[in-house]
């Protein structure tokens, strides 16, 4: 059985990362390398790139997206901090994901937003709610205090993490 995972970051100081043309180059560039050839047609689609500097377009990636996760019997696609997508790409990133999601894929999104709107553009998907513990709020609050505060009070770095970790309540 072949298996393919590909994993999308959505960097909000990146507003390229969640424009859906590079969304399908990405993918498709890690699912060619775990198949280790290139379709002709990708072939050409680069070639014109380089000889006449034209991006495929967004029809031809999905085309070749979709005819390579056809390769795999099985194709995971994550897509981590959906929450972060720009308003204007919002909802071409969700059309690509329900295309994803028809061509047999199987979807991973995380997001700090989960209404029922955004369950019901995803198509209803099973939700996992994860909460760190009060550990994980204390270890890493410490940490970047440690990194990125000049000032070593002590007493003052407590009263920070105090406060943080009294407000978080688990989120």
Do not use: W
Not at 133 to 157: A, G, P, S
Request: charge should be negative.
């Amino acid at each position: 059985m072949s298996e393919a995972i590909g994993y999308i970051y959505f960097d909000y100081n990146d507003p390229k990362s969640f424009q859906p043309d590079n969304i399908l180059r990405n993918l498709l560039k890690q699912l060619l390398f775990k198949l280790r050839t290139m379709p002709e047609a990708v072939e050409k689609l680069y070639d014109d790139f380089m000889q006449n500097g034209r991006s495929a377009d967004t029809l031809a990636m999905k085309q070749q997206l979709a005819l390579t996760l056809a390769k795999f019997d099985r194709v995971v696609l994550l897509f981590d901090a959906l929450d972060e997508i720009s308003v204007e790409c919002y909802k071409d990133v969700i059309a690509l994901l329900s295309d994803f999601r028809h061509a047999g894929s199987r979807i991973f999104c995380t997001s700090r937003i989960n209404t029922a709107r955004v369950r019901d553009e995803l198509g209803n998907p099973a939700v996992a709610e994860i909460l760190a513990n009060q550990e994980d709020i204390i270890h890493y609050v410490t940490t970047r205090l440690d990194r990125e505060y000049d000032d070593d009070d002590e007493i003052i770095k407590q009263k920070i993490l105090d406060c943080v970790v009294e407000k978080a309540e688990g989120k």
